[in-house]
């Protein structure tokens, strides 16, 4: 990545940031909805290995 890339990508580092704490929160109330005494912890734990599985197929397929 170039150094022009890499300057870019640190000014959108707080919106990614928001993104994906928003992706985390949507999941959670979903669940919250959907699981009665759901574990907020536990749940947050699946839903960042959820996010990162999405991360690494996307990344394989480019």
């Known amino acids: 990545?170039?150094?022009m890339?890499?300057?870019e990508l640190e000014r959108y580092h707080n919106e990614l940031?928001?993104?994906v704490k928003g992706l985390v929160e949507k999941y959670r109330?979903?669940?919250d909805w959907d699981i009665p005494g759901?574990?907020?912890k536990q749940a947050?734990?699946?839903i960042f290995a959820a996010i990162q599985k999405a991360l690494d197929a996307?990344?394989?397929t480019g």
Request: proline share 0%; charged share 35%; net charge negative.
């Open 5 to 7: 890339q890499e300057i």
């Open 17 to 19: 940031v928001s993104d």
């Open 29 to 31: 109330r979903a669940m």
């Open 58 to 60: 996307i990344k394989q």
């Open 38 to 40: 759901n574990d907020e």
């Open 44 to 46: 947050d734990q699946l």
């Open 1 to 3: 990545m170039s150094s």
